[in-house]
């Protein structure tokens, strides 16, 4: 007996057209909803993870400061852009960043990817041929990455926490140029993780010692016992893009070698 039942038109079709109906990789309502932030967190983790696996970066060298400083600017400014971009070709040469993957990069300079110091210190890598990152961020005001950042790992996220991680799982090394409320609450975040003992020991270096004790009383939190003396001695200055790689080397950075730890993290994650 023939089955006359019919197919509704497409148009005629409410199931079809129902957002439940859609894939659920492919339903963009449903993977920007609330229900999903984590989901979309372990995509930013996992989209930047593979990549820089991809490129066998074992550990990298952090550079932060001011997305205002200009390689023209006034005052001091000209003199930190171009330290920075001399501190990143010193780093990329010797610290290890042209190894091939199958023996891993060591060193490889990550900013967070846009201007100013940022751009100096990708810039300076780019100079030397090698290879560096940017970990951009979704900001109100579109932040773009600057033109040094190698393409393939030039990463943008939305989550704060997501790039912090990401800048922090790997360094081998910091090194903080002048900034501003930017630049402080990552220099505190990594402080604050190795004065809890939640990191691995790293060297940080601030560039511009009386830029940093115009701005920060240090002393004054010990003699307010805020932190104990011994915190002092998780930072030091530098002055010189040449002196902060000393100073990196004279605190444990290994040229060319991942620091005790960074690998195996890095793999069990």
């Given at each position: 007996?023939?089955?006359?039942?019919?197919?509704p038109p497409a148009?005629?079709?409410?199931?079809?057209?129902?957002?439940?109906?859609?894939?659920?990789?492919?339903?963009?309502?449903?993977?920007?909803?609330?229900?999903?932030?984590?989901?979309?967190?372990?995509?930013?983790?996992?989209?930047?993870?593979?990549?820089?696996?991809?490129?066998?970066?074992?550990?990298?060298?952090?550079?932060?400061?001011?997305?205002?400083?200009?390689?023209?600017?006034?005052?001091?400014?000209?003199?930190?852009?171009?330290?920075?971009?001399?501190?990143?070709?010193?780093?990329?040469?010797?610290?290890?960043?042209?190894?091939?993957?199958?023996?891993?990069?060591?060193?490889?300079?990550?900013?967070?990817?846009?201007?100013?110091?940022?751009?100096?210190?990708?810039?300076?890598?780019?100079?030397?041929?090698?290879?560096?990152?940017?970990?951009?961020?979704?900001?109100?005001?579109?932040?773009?990455?600057?033109?040094?950042?190698?393409?393939?790992?030039?990463?943008?996220?939305?989550?704060?926490?997501?790039?912090?991680?990401?800048?922090?799982?790997?360094?081998?090394?910091?090194?903080?140029?002048?900034?501003?409320?930017?630049?402080?609450?990552?220099?505190?975040?990594?402080l604050t993780l190795?004065?809890?003992?939640?990191?691995?020991?790293?060297?940080?270096?601030?560039?511009?010692?009386?830029?940093?004790?115009?701005?920060?009383?240090?002393?004054?939190?010990?003699?307010?016992?805020?932190?104990?003396?011994?915190?002092?001695?998780?930072?030091?200055?530098?002055?010189?893009?040449?002196?902060?790689?000393?100073?990196?080397?004279?605190?444990?950075?290994?040229?060319?070698?991942?620091?005790?730890?960074?690998?195996?993290?890095?793999?069990?994650?």
């Amino acid at each position: 007996m023939a089955d006359d039942r019919q197919a509704p038109p497409a148009d005629d079709f409410p199931q079809l057209a129902s957002p439940s109906y859609r894939l659920a990789a492919l339903d963009r309502d449903f993977l920007l909803g609330p229900s999903m932030r984590g989901v979309r967190f372990l995509l930013e983790f996992a989209k930047a993870d593979e990549a820089l696996r991809d490129w066998g970066v074992r550990s990298t060298v952090v550079v932060f400061g001011s997305a205002r400083v200009r390689e023209d600017g006034a005052g001091q400014h000209a003199r930190w852009y171009a330290e920075a971009r001399r501190f990143g070709q010193i780093a990329s040469e010797r610290g290890g960043a042209f190894q091939d993957s199958a023996g891993g990069r060591e060193n490889v300079i990550a900013t967070g990817g846009g201007p100013g110091i940022m751009e100096a210190a990708n810039r300076g890598a780019s100079d030397v041929g090698a290879p560096s990152i940017g970990f951009n961020i979704s900001l109100p005001h579109e932040q773009e990455p600057n033109r040094y950042s190698t393409p393939e790992l030039t990463f943008r996220f939305h989550y704060f926490a997501m790039r912090k991680m990401h800048l922090a799982m790997r360094a081998a090394g910091l090194v903080i140029f002048p900034g501003g409320f930017g630049t402080f609450d990552e220099l505190f975040e990594i402080l604050t993780l190795r004065q809890t003992g939640r990191s691995q020991t790293i060297p940080v270096v601030l560039f511009d010692e009386a830029y940093w004790r115009s701005v920060f009383n240090f002393d004054a939190l010990v003699d307010a016992g805020m932190i104990n003396p011994a915190d002092l001695d998780l930072f030091c200055y530098a002055e010189t893009a040449e002196e902060v790689w000393e100073k990196l080397v004279e605190r444990g950075l290994k040229p060319g070698e991942a620091p005790a730890g960074v690998a195996a993290d890095i793999k069990d994650v």
